[in-house]
């Protein structure tokens, strides 16, 4: 159990650039899980995958955001024309249908995104 | 829809001391998952318990306790003989979902930023 591996670990990007994020989850994790955690809040729920599927986006996953997990691996989030409201932490966590019922979801130590 | 409050912003204390750390949460489910997971400086969310709404055992580990109590819809936790190692801020999560099948319906509290002073 190598942990999920989120890169970079800090992004800072200026104001309109399009930015992509990668999370990498425990090889034999078949969910994967995107969240957003603004400065003194705690984590909300951006998407979700099962393989590669696309189960659930939240509202706040607006049309600038896109994430994706094209052989149900590892996960690319992109933000395009980013806003400054777009600056946070965003944190990955993978589980399997098993190991979610008891210990919840394994997080990676997220990517914090900077945008001036 | 389900809502999880932390009172408590931040607390500081001395090493040694115990501290309680709030959780209240509200759903209208019947069955549900409540969590508490430690956000060290380095960012990653740590897993420390899950407790079903079924099961209002109060469970200690080490120097961790929780209190679940449904009547209050409150599930606190307290960390005895406080260590520096300790500071960090502490979540509490609500599930109301079947934990297979739902991601949104995960829902994390604001957290409690814990000091613990030398």
């Known amino acids: 159990d190598t942990g999920v591996s989120q890169n970079p670990r800090h992004k800072i990007t200026k104001r309109g650039q399009n930015v992509t994020f990668r999370c990498d989850p425990i090889s034999e994790h078949n969910r994967l899980y995107w969240y957003r955690q603004t400065l003194g809040q705690g984590p909300e729920f951006l998407t979700y995958f099962q393989n590669e599927a696309q189960l659930e986006k939240s509202r706040l996953l607006s049309d600038r955001f896109s994430a994706e997990r094209p052989k149900g691996s590892f996960s690319t989030l992109e933000i395009q024309r980013t806003e400054q409201g777009d600056s946070a932490m965003y944190l990955c966590?993978?589980?399997?249908?098993?190991?979610?019922?008891?210990?919840?979801?394994?997080f990676g130590s997220g990517t914090r995104l900077t945008v001036v | 829809a389900q809502k999880v409050t932390q009172a408590q912003t931040e607390i500081s204390v001395v090493e040694k001391e115990d501290v309680t750390l709030d959780c209240v949460y509200e759903t209208r489910d019947t069955t549900y998952y409540l969590f508490w997971y430690k956000q060290p400086p380095s960012g990653e969310l740590v897993f420390l318990i899950r407790r079903n709404s079924f099961d209002e055992q109060n469970e200690i580990s080490g120097r961790y306790s929780w209190n679940f109590q449904k009547s209050t819809s409150s599930f606190n936790f307290t960390i005895t003989a406080s260590q520096v190692v300790d500071s960090a801020v502490y979540f509490c999560a609500l599930s109301e979902a079947p934990l297979e099948n739902y991601g949104q319906n995960f829902v994390f509290g604001p957290g409690t930023r814990l000091s613990v002073l030398p």
């Open positions: 966590a993978s589980s399997s249908k098993v190991r979610v019922a008891n210990y919840g979801y394994t």
